[in-house]
């Protein structure tokens, strides 16, 4: 079933993450969230995440908020995307 990833107690979801630049989005419409095939990706990418979140932007690291990333959760939803 597919899933997005969705900050804990928010109404806020992972709608892009670009690598090569470690920036990663959110929006607070689940129609705009990035869309994982079932929750094994979605899991998979939240830890990865979680990894290069810890790391400063210079090395790698993602230039966003490491507390909201750790709080990510994977979300079963309706296929809409």
Do not use: R
């Not at 998979?44 to 990510?72: C, H, M, N, R």
């Amino acid at each position: 079933m597919p899933c997005v990833l969705k900050v804990h107690d928010e109404e806020k979801y992972v709608k892009s993450y670009t690598p090569l630049t470690g920036k990663i989005e959110f929006t607070n419409n689940k129609n705009e969230a990035k869309g994982y095939a079932n929750d094994w990706f979605a899991k998979a990418e939240k830890t990865q995440l979680e990894f290069y979140a810890s790391l400063p932007v210079e090395e790698g690291g993602l230039d966003g908020d490491p507390k909201q990333i750790a709080e990510l959760v994977p979300v079963l939803e309706p296929y809409y995307f």
